[in-house]
Nanobody
């Protein structure tokens, strides 16, 4: 079964950085993409960043240029990262690592992720809290 365990969250000041990690197992990296989404109290889930099975990345407009998604090994892809720089108070949320059971997101899904309207993952972990204070 798919198992996803996030780590690396914490409390930081605005402008600082955090690196989230996700230990992943039980899925096929050749036929699945992975991503991060977040959810703040009282708000909808928001897709943050996605990486296709071929390494193509897509980012929400709200984090583009500040966040970077990556995987540790092109072959095993068993650890997913999210490097978050120049953090803002509005980035405060629970962050989840997720798996999408398709190798590439579609054009429509990518547009939705970029605008914060798509978050259609099949599996996700328990989450790690990120709190950014001003």
């Amino acid at each position: 079964q798919v198992r996803l365990v996030e780590s690396g969250g914490g409390s930081v000041q605005a402008g600082q950085s955090l690196r989230l990690s996700c230990a992943a197992s039980g899925y096929s990296s050749s036929t699945s993409g992975m991503g991060w989404f977040r959810q703040a109290p009282g708000k909808e889930r928001e897709g943050v960043a996605h990486i296709d099975s071929d390494g193509t990345t897509t980012y929400a407009d709200s984090v583009k240029g500040r966040f970077t998604i990556s995987q540790d090994n092109a072959k095993t892809k068993n650890t997913l990262y999210l490097q978050m720089n120049s953090l803002k108070p509005e980035d405060t949320a629970m962050y989840y690592c997720a798996v999408l059971l398709q190798p590439q997101i579609t054009y429509i899904q990518a547009l939705g992720l970029m605008t914060g309207k798509w978050c259609g993952y099949n599996y996700w972990g328990q989450g790690t809290q990120v709190t950014v204070s001003s």
